[in-house]
């Protein structure tokens, strides 16, 4: 009786272990998803206005910015590790007991291991869509330049570690591209993209009616 509770005990500690687990890598998917976010999202001109300001985390974050193929492809790679990490730890040692208790539940043993491993399946699912892709890409968007600075010099880290594996990357897109025969998108700014960022800048107060009929003088002279 004594060894039976023992093996319950120690049991009990396996799952909560792989359930931490499953936890901490829905948490890491979406530090990731929120990061790509926030530095896609971040407002070049902020950074540059904060980078000015002395903000060591806004330079960095706008180098990133600048360099968004490097910073995609480390994502990308962070994202895919955490995709197959949590396939190998997507409860296998839950879906054994969740069968048996399915089975004293009355489910016939033929589906019960399929059934088991099917809730657990749709669970961490779910868990990983809400809590580690559109929760944190929200809040990379709601506070993008904040949570672009925040979360800068660690993706370098992460961006320099996976240097060789990003490199590979970069290379095999570049040769798809060319056997494909597409050409980069033209990145020059046009007059009425100018506009339109001036308008919204006199708009929430970064540009002065002043500066702004002073640049519209330049457009209409």
């Known amino acids: 009786m004594e060894h039976s509770v023992i093996f319950v005990r120690q049991t009990q500690f396996f799952y909560m272990d792989e359930i931490i687990i499953i936890i901490g890598l829905i948490v890491l998917n979406g530090i990731f998803a929120m990061s790509e976010v926030a530095l896609i999202s971040a407002r070049k001109s902020r950074l540059s206005s904060d980078a000015k300001k002395g903000s060591k985390s806004a330079k960095v974050a706008l180098k990133l910015a600048n360099d968004p193929d490097r910073f995609l492809s480390t994502v990308q790679i962070g994202i895919t590790l955490i995709g197959i990490l949590t396939g190998i730890y997507s409860g296998n040692r839950i879906a054994s007991d969740l069968t048996e208790t399915m089975i004293s539940w009355g489910v016939s043993t033929t589906y019960a291991a399929a059934l088991a491993q099917g809730v657990i399946v749709v669970i961490v699912t779910y868990l990983t869509i809400i809590f580690g892709e559109l929760v944190p890409k929200r809040i990379g968007m709601s506070v993008a330049e904040k949570a672009a ?6 993706m370098r880290v992460l ?5 060789p594996f990003v490199w590979l990357l970069s290379k095999s897109t570049e040769l798809i591209f060319n056997l494909l025969n597409i050409k980069e998108a033209d990145n020059k700014v046009t007059e009425e993209e100018i506009k339109s960022i001036i308008e919204e800048g006199t708009e929430e107060g970064e540009v002065q009616p002043v500066e702004n009929d002073i640049m519209q003088r330049v457009f209409h002279p």
Do not use: F, Y
């Not at 600075?149 to 660690?154: E, F, I, L, N, S």
């Not at 961006?159 to 240097?163: D, F, K, Q, Y």
């Open 149 to 154: 600075k925040v979360m800068a010099r660690p």
């Open 159 to 163: 961006a320099t570690i996976a240097l």
